[in-house]
């Protein structure tokens, strides 16, 4: 109990009826980054880094999305 693993709640809050989620990757380096994209202005908010598979699946759960595009 000492040494639980807290659940963080999502700093940033996902709105499925006015953003969907994304991942810009740089076509140059290679860098990935998750987020939420605006459907009326394209308006992009970054929410983590991608650096592993891991880190994804962990983006999916965080905000319960199944499926996600990836940018470029």
Known sequence: MLF???IK?????FDPETQYAIIRS??????K?????????????????IRSHEDEIRF?????????KTEY
């Open 4 to 6: 639980e693993k807290k």
């Open 9 to 13: 709640k999502p700093e940033i809050v």
């Open 26 to 31: 740089s076509i140059c380096t290679g860098e």
């Open 33 to 49: 980054v998750a987020g939420f994209k605006s459907k009326v202005d394209g308006h992009f908010t970054e929410v983590m880094l």
């Open 60 to 68: 999916k759960e965080t905000y319960g999305i199944e499926i996600i």
